[in-house]
């Protein structure tokens, strides 16, 4: 009885990912909708996503600054600017806004070349400066790690 049970729920039940469930409980609209957008094109066109990615983070780092230190730069900055917006999450003669966990995926996005590959991707003519779709499990991971800072 339970396994037919499970077995209609698999068939009828759409199961939302960490992810998109995250995404709902976002306040900013931009973010929201920028997450949704990442969201639907990431399979089909993973180099337009990871450009987009570069904003999205920028906005996760900025929305966490706002709650955690609003008179700060980084919760007041008008432009978004990434490794700068790293950099300064991380506390480079700012207040501390993430917890141990948050900032070590932080800081291996940083130092271990996948803020590269996307910074190649927005700003390196070339074929290989392209993504495939496997390497955006990284960013997913780490929207994955930040966005429930968030709420």
């Not at 729920?9 to 973010?31: G, M, P, R």
């Not at 432009?79 to 948050?102: C, M, V, Y």
């Not at 290989?128 to 966005?147: I, Q, T």
Request: hydrophobic letters at 45%; charged letters at 25%; zero cysteines.
């Amino acid at each position: 009885m339970l396994d037919e049970n499970i077995r209609g729920i698999d068939s009828t039940q759409i199961v939302e990912t960490i992810y998109e469930a995250n995404i709902k409980k976002v306040k900013d609209t931009k973010l929201a909708a920028l997450l949704n957008e990442f969201n639907a094109i990431k399979e089909a066109a993973p180099n337009a996503a990871a450009v987009l990615f570069r904003t999205i983070l920028a906005l996760v780092l900025q929305e966490r600054a706002k709650i955690k230190a609003p008179t700060d730069s980084l919760a007041t900055a008008t432009d978004l600017s990434l490794e700068p917006s790293i950099k300064k999450s991380l506390g480079s003669g700012h207040p501390k806004i993430f917890d141990g966990a948050e900032e070590r995926l932080l800081k291996r996005f940083l130092t271990g070349g996948q803020k590269d590959t996307f910074d190649n991707v927005a700003h390196k003519p070339g074929s290989n400066a392209l993504v495939a779709k496997e390497n955006l499990s990284d960013a997913v991971n780490l929207l994955n790690g930040l966005l429930p800072t968030l709420f």
